[in-house]
């Protein structure tokens, strides 16, 4: 009930104390548990348990069109978005604008032009993308966004188009961040655009996936492009550095290197594993369904099948307003989310612990971390789906933006989960000279097999305030990955402050990698011998295609060692990798561990192409220099003795405000409450771990209704927690009368310290007390529950853990002693 009640009140879980006069309760209260729990259950708001509407009730940022429609009606909302979140005058016009849109076609035929502009998405909605065609002379169109010089398309992001015919010669000249998907382009697609009088300008883009080209592509100054599952009749034209093809009839074949005619090109003959991304459909009825297509394996081509196909009935849309506690709540339900265009202010994660569920955004729905919290949490299930969304550093420091599972869950390969059009970025809508965007990482992976679909994770080069210098906007990571089995298309991560790519899982997997070096870093970066990309020395297996580490050392001259780092066993797994200078005062001086040359000015783009000699596996202790922190997987969890042994005798008070035997999705690092026990005890009494499950309680969905849920948790929960007055001494240690001890039972994982099923426990001491169990006394303990870390320390009569501001234990007990720890 508590967690229930601060769900929906967004306040911080109260207090509850149990003095040691309570230590008569007995099983009895269980009645009590129950009527709390149907208290709980009517707190539950009607929105979370009834249907949803269907057709939904859009907010104003989604527009929805009908063949019916006037085309100078649909051009002038069209218009009018672009007007602020698009165009060259000035370049780059609405890069950091506020506005959010989406505009959803029904099936039929449109003869209007479309531009695309910044956090705009079209989405076409039939079952087809022949369903919905547009015929005009330009049809759906991105211009690149700078045409005054050859600055082009660099910084034309965030956007994408789907699900629909285009019949004219259609122009998407972008770079990372604006995906096409499930698109028919009857004639040429050209990546690229040619300004008169200028030239063709750069682009450093991109992402095609699940699409079919009638004519050429035509890839022109394209630097990199990523191309997934993509029917090519005639073929790819252009291309700079780093092509990479995945499952793709008609690509060209692969070409290490770049020569006169010939891009830098990988081709993958078939996709692994893949499932493309849910997308929206609408019927003749008007009814409107999420469409969740299925796991494929060793795909090659497009496929425009449907799917899983959810009522909208079981499916939220959100607005913009909604609190994190909102959104949650229709999750916990076991809804959908459709996250509607706009920019949530989140003070807690979105909470994905469902299998199979979809958290699905428009129009570069963006999730801001508001107080240090992750925006998403994904839990130890499987198939969950995460699409089309923009994460934001906040001003607080925050660990990841994004978690995916704690460390224990190993996956399903037959129902992997799935990140699709997942964006992320530290910096860039501020002005850090009046507050920093921070996080220390972007993207952290610790699930087994998770597959992404397209991510870009930038720490702003650039924002607001112009260029971005001095380590402004920190950001350690951008991706980390420690479970196995983990497969990336499409990922591109630029500009952190360590290694831009930490990966320790077993068996991983990338299609394509572009990124960029940190501009405004000193020679401190090159010594701490930083990457771009680093497996650590723990893989034995890793697959890596295509590459790229670039390097733009704009502020001070930077040396680096070597764009990737390998273990010697893997570096023959690494195809076509390559290291770029693209201006500046530094170089890198090898690709790949101590292969290739360096690349500097008058050096621009050099690849390591040619294979090593097989390398065995020998264990190592890491590939990162000694003074750099190392990657490793997650602690596992094994049970922990923890004794609370007072020197005389101490009435003790134990302040519990959570649902025992629950687990935070906390990486790992969170503790588990078996069992907690007050009684009378021994001066020197001991508890061993309890069990306790670590599967959800999974109710039918009729139980909501009812309320059984609810009573449930909270009645077994208050059986769990009974305070029972009933432990005698063990004849071997002398009883302390009138006196009571606290015990308390919980799981750890080795070498945490962390307390996240706790929101409070205060032990209030009288006398001093001796702490055994606690490996670490002087360790930082979270509370979880967005609490500040405490520092754990023993204690002589003074509040244990009283408060986030207050020291955890005071001052060290002269009775303690370090032999006595457990």
Avoid at 411 to 427: E, I, K, M, S, T
């Amino acid at each position: 009930w508590l967690k229930a009640s601060a769900a929906q009140s967004s306040a911080p879980l109260p207090q509850t104390t149990l003095s040691a006069s309570m230590a008569s309760w007995r099983p009895g209260y269980l009645p009590a548990g129950i009527l709390i729990g149907l208290f709980a259950a009517t707190r539950l708001t009607a929105a979370s348990l009834m249907p949803q509407p269907n057709p939904p009730v859009w907010p104003s940022s989604v527009r929805v069109f009908g063949p019916a429609d006037a085309p100078a009606q649909i051009e002038a909302a069209v218009r009018g978005a672009f007007s602020s979140n698009g165009g060259p005058q000035p370049n780059d016009h609405g890069q950091f604008s506020p506005s959010r849109f989406a505009f959803l076609f029904q099936p039929g035929t449109y003869h209007v032009d479309v531009p695309v502009g910044y956090y705009t998405q079209v989405l076409g909605l039939g079952s087809s993308p022949q369903d919905v065609v547009f015929d005009a002379p330009r049809g759906v169109y991105s211009e690149e966004g700078d045409q005054s010089d050859m600055g082009g398309a660099l910084s034309t992001f965030w956007r994408g188009a789907e699900n629909f015919r285009n019949r004219a010669d259609m122009l998407w000249a972008v770079s990372q961040a604006a995906p096409l998907r499930r698109i028919i382009a009857d004639q040429n697609l050209a990546l690229a655009q040619y300004i008169d009088g200028v030239g063709m300008g750069y682009s450093s883009g991109g992402f095609l996936g699940n699409v079919q080209v009638g004519g050429t592509v035509q890839a022109g100054s394209q630097q990199q492009f990523c191309t997934r599952n993509a029917g090519l009749a005639k073929g790819v034209q252009g291309g700079v550095w780093n092509m990479v093809f995945v499952g793709s009839p008609g690509a060209p074949p692969s070409h290490c290197g770049q020569s006169p005619g010939h891009a830098g090109t990988v081709t993958v003959g078939a996709a692994p594993v893949i499932a493309e991304k849910p997308f929206i459909t609408v019927d003749g009825a008007g009814k409107y369904f999420l469409q969740v297509p299925p796991t494929q394996h060793d795909r090659v081509g497009p496929d425009f099948a449907l799917g899983n196909s959810i009522d909208f009935g079981r499916v939220y849309v959100s607005r913009p307003r909604d609190t994190a506690a909102v959104i949650n709540e229709r999750l916990a339900a076991g809804l959908h989310v459709v996250l509607s265009p706009g920019i949530y202010l989140l003070d807690a994660p979105l909470q994905l612990q469902r299998p199979n569920q979809v958290l699905l955004g428009l129009g570069l729905a963006t999730l801001v971390s508001a107080q240090g919290n992750a925006v998403i949490q994904v839990g130890n299930v499987d198939g969950v789906r995460i699409a089309g969304v923009l994460l934001q550093a906040g001003l607080h420091d925050t660990a990841a933006l994004l978690e995916w599972g704690d460390g224990r869950y190993p996956g399903n390969p037959q129902n992997p989960g799935f990140l699709h059009d997942v964006f992320a970025r530290v910096g860039g809508p501020n002005d850090p000279a009046v507050a920093e965007a921070r996080a220390e990482i972007m993207v952290r992976i610790r699930s087994g097999h998770v597959i992404g679909d397209n991510l870009w994770l930038w720490r702003a080069d650039h924002g607001v305030a112009g260029l971005v210098r001095g380590g402004a906007n920190p950001c350690k990571n951008g991706l980390v990955v420690t479970g196995d089995d983990v497969t990336m298309y499409g990922l591109a991560v630029e500009h952190t402050l360590g290694d831009l790519v930490q990966w320790s899982g077993a068996r991983g997997r990338t299609y394509f990698y572009q990124s960029e070096l940190p501009y405004d870093v000193t020679q401190a970066y090159g010594d701490a011998g930083h990457v771009g990309y680093r497996v650590n020395d723990t893989v034995v297996a890793h697959t890596a295609v295509g590459i790229g580490v670039y390097h733009f050392f704009r502020d001070y001259a930077v040396t680096v060692q070597r764009g990737i780092a390998a273990p010697a066993w893997l570096a023959n797994s690494f195809e076509s990798p390559l290291s770029v200078y693209l201006t500046g005062r530094g170089r890198v001086l090898h690709v790949i561990n101590d292969r290739g040359s360096p690349t500097e000015s008058g050096r621009q783009a050099e690849w390591s192409c040619g294979k090593g000699p097989v390398v065995p596996y020998v264990p190592a202790t890491s590939t990162r220099p000694a003074t750099s922190l190392r990657t490793t997987r997650a602690p596992e969890w094994k049970p922990a003795t923890t004794t609370i042994s007072p020197a005389t005798g101490t009435d003790i008070a134990v302040v519990l405000a959570a649902l025992p035997a629950e687990r935070k999705g906390n990486g790992g690092t969170g503790a588990e409450l078996g069992k907690t026990e007050v009684g009378r005890a021994s001066a020197r009494g001991s508890t061993a771990a309890g069990e306790s499950s670590h599967a959800p309680l999974l109710v039918p969905w009729w139980a909501y209704l009812m309320g059984l849920q609810s009573v449930l948790l909270i009645g077994f929960g208050f059986y769990t927690l009974r305070l029972r007055g009933q432990g005698r001494a063990p004849p071997s240690s002398p009883t302390v009368k009138g006196r009571s001890t606290t015990l308390v039972r919980a799981q750890l994982p080795e070498g945490s310290t962390a307390l996240p099923s706790f929101s409070s426990l205060r032990l209030a001491a009288q006398s001093p007390v001796r702490l055994r169990g606690l490996a670490a006394l002087s360790r930082t303990f979270s509370l979880g529950h967005g609490a500040s870390p405490v520092t754990a320390r023993s204690d002589t009569a003074r509040s244990v853990i009283a408060s986030p501001a207050e020291s955890a234990f005071g001052a060290r007990s002269p009775h303690w002693r370090p032999e006595e720890e457990e």
